[in-house]
């Protein structure tokens, strides 16, 4: 059974600052990896979708990497703004084309 | 493009009762994807269609809850004799042919049951 982890649970950061957000899963047979946004209370934002056989993706400030042999991505933000504040879920694609998801790292950026 | 869209949005409801939701995806997609999440945790799986064929379903999914999808279209899940431990938000997503490992989720519909 799948398994997704993101450390840490929660980051708080100066705005201006990069941060990295870590993202490993246990069965590395995965399909595509995705990562997303969630504000409180609302649904999810697709930010960046890694398929299997990428090794990184990028769209702005975001750039997310992916390491299928260790079980590992990351999600790199740069120069970070006080929007950049919500919870950041990854998700790794399995088997039945089904979504696990981590439990998520809750960021905020302060002014 | 219209995306993906669930109704109600907010739904308050007594322990015991039954409620519906809708999911639309979008147009022409194939699969349609139903999750559940609960507050702290991320989403977890609950079942999948191709089509009109439910073809998953995880054993989140208990004798109360039931998932159809007339004619391939527009998707409802039903919870029957609601408890507190149903209070969640229930995502839906889709994805389009060919392509099953890119889901579209939709806003959600925040349960709460008191």
């Known amino acids: 059974k799948q398994e997704v982890t993101q450390i840490p649970a929660a980051l708080s950061v100066p705005e201006g600052e990069n941060l990295v957000l870590n993202c490993s899963f246990t069965?590395?047979?995965?399909?595509?990896l995705q990562w997303f946004r969630q504000d409180p209370g609302k649904g999810l934002t697709s930010l960046l979708l890694i398929q299997s056989s990428q090794r990184e993706q990028t769209s702005g400030r975001l750039n997310a990497s992916l390491d299928k042999s260790s079980g590992r991505s990351t999600l790199y933000i740069a120069a970070s703004q006080p929007g950049d504040s919500a919870t950041y879920l990854c998700a790794a694609y399995s088997g039945y084309s089904t979504l696990t998801f981590g439990k998520g790292t809750m960021l905020l950026v302060s002014p | 493009d219209t995306g993906v869209s669930q109704d109600p949005r907010h739904k308050i409801t007594k322990r015991g009762q039954n409620v519906t939701f809708r999911c639309d995806p979008i147009s022409e997609h194939n699969r349609l994807y139903w999750y559940r999440q609960t507050l702290g945790q991320g989403p977890e799986f609950l079942t999948y269609f191709q089509n009109e064929a439910q073809l998953e379903k995880s054993r989140l999914l208990s004798d109360r809850f039931s998932a159809e999808r007339p004619k391939g279209s527009f998707s409802t899940l039903e919870i029957q004799r609601t408890e507190q431990g149903d209070s969640a938000m229930y995502l839906c997503?889709?994805?389009?042919?060919?392509?099953?490992?890119?889901?579209?989720f939709g806003p959600g519909t925040r349960l709460t049951v008191t």
């Open positions: 069965d590395s047979a995965i399909y595509n």
């Open positions: 997503a889709s994805s389009p042919p060919g392509q099953p490992y890119e889901q579209y």
